[in-house]
């Protein structure tokens, strides 16, 4: 899908901050990924203003670009309970190529819609095995699809965003991160298109969200952690083995929450690195995070978000790599694949609350 935003004039050269190969910029890019070594390297923001962007709405002046309408085709129904599930390959890639992903959007969707009533024309799916160019997981397609999630969203609304692919980091430079790093999501055309930064993610589904609105989105990819861009991280403190809540709000004051609804991110702790087994049977394979998941709801349907969190760091640690998910499509899977190098979840949200009380619903 091309999307016209006028002339715009050619794009920029950058230099790969890993590797200094030339990489060419598409015109409002805020980064690019290099074809040599995947590495994520920023646009600097003068590269970004001369192709007449202006001041962006985004975070920090972030040079967003603007919201993107749904075309017909691409639409779904628009119910209470909405989701977006995103699964990407990259098919003949070499150096990045997943096995799992396409299983971790079917399983999801089996989960929505036998287990929590989401009806089935209220779930868009985006994978790299989609033939309808309209529901390829491109950047322009998954900008489109997390503007259709929030569009109009209002009390008692139960949304959903998963994304399971490859994630990246590239270093801050409005000063709103505490490590000093921005995350990423890679659509399949990040090569030629660019990541999608987490504050984009923040300003195109967490930001809109209103009172009465909730947000979950599980996330399996390297670097995924605060990928939302949440103002504040659950994780088990080693000592206690209790949850607790972690302040990431920058020294900045740049405004990282809701417009007064919730957002829940449930994602992974990495070190980084990716274990992406190449297997014989290419539709035999899992995520580590979406296997987890998936498994502690259905061990304990009625559960409480500590304890979701516990039952997931269980089951990442005592799995072996063999799945035992339920289910038409789970009973065809094999095993799980740490391709996001989990080391155990942790969960992001807009408000801090009672992780031990709270009751998990979606």
């Given at each position: ?154 009390y008692g609304d139960s949304l959903v965003f998963q994304f399971s692919g490859l994630g990246a980091q590239v270093p801050d430079d409005d000063g709103d991160e505490l490590d000093g790093m921005d995350e990423a999501l890679c659509p399949v055309d990040s090569f030629q298109q660019g990541p999608i930064l987490d504050d984009e993610i ?161």
């Amino acid at each position: 899908m091309n999307m016209n935003y006028g002339s715009m004039g050619p794009g920029a050269m950058v230099r790969c901050r890993q590797c200094s190969s030339s990489i060419t910029a598409m015109p409002g890019a805020r980064a690019v990924q290099c074809m040599q070594c995947s590495c994520v390297t920023r646009v600097s923001g003068r590269g970004r203003q001369q192709h007449g962007y202006g001041q962006g709405y985004g975070n920090g002046g972030g040079m967003l670009m603007p919201p993107m309408r749904p075309t017909p085709a691409f639409g779904g129904g628009r119910g209470k309970k909405r989701a977006v599930l995103i699964g990407i390959k990259y098919t003949n890639r070499r150096s990045c190529e997943l096995r799992g992903p396409i299983n971790d959007v079917k399983c999801m969707r089996y989960l929505l819609t036998e287990r929590f009533g989401f009806p089935n024309d209220c779930v868009l799916i985006l994978t790299d095995e989609e033939r309808n160019p309209c529901r390829q997981p491109t950047k322009d397609n998954i900008r489109m699809a997390m503007h259709w999630l929030v569009q109009g969203c209002s009390y008692g609304d139960s949304l959903v965003f998963q994304f399971s692919g490859l994630g990246a980091q590239v270093p801050d430079d409005d000063g709103d991160e505490l490590d000093g790093m921005d995350e990423a999501l890679c659509p399949v055309d990040s090569f030629q298109q660019g990541p999608i930064l987490d504050d984009e993610i923040n300003e195109a589904i967490v930001r809109p969200l209103v009172h009465g609105v909730k947000l979950h989105a599980i996330v399996d990819a390297c670097h995924s952690a605060t990928v939302l861009d949440l103002p504040y991280q659950c994780t088990v403190s080693k000592q206690t083995g209790r949850w607790r809540w972690r302040d990431e709000r920058p020294m900045t004051g740049a405004c990282k929450g809701t417009s007064g609804g919730q957002a829940v991110l449930i994602s992974g702790s990495s070190n980084g690195k990716s274990n992406m087994s190449v297997l014989p049977e290419p539709y035999a394979t899992i995520g580590a995070m979406t296997h987890s998941f998936i498994r502690a709801v259905e061990c304990e349907p009625r559960t409480t978000y500590g304890r979701l969190l516990t039952s997931m760091r269980a089951i990442m640690r005592d799995s072996s790599g063999n799945c035992n998910l339920q289910g038409p499509i789970g009973g065809s899977i094999r095993k799980v694949a740490n391709f996001s190098g989990v080391e155990e979840p942790q969960l992001s949200s807009a408000y801090k609350f009672d992780v031990e009380r709270e009751p998990f619903c979606m």
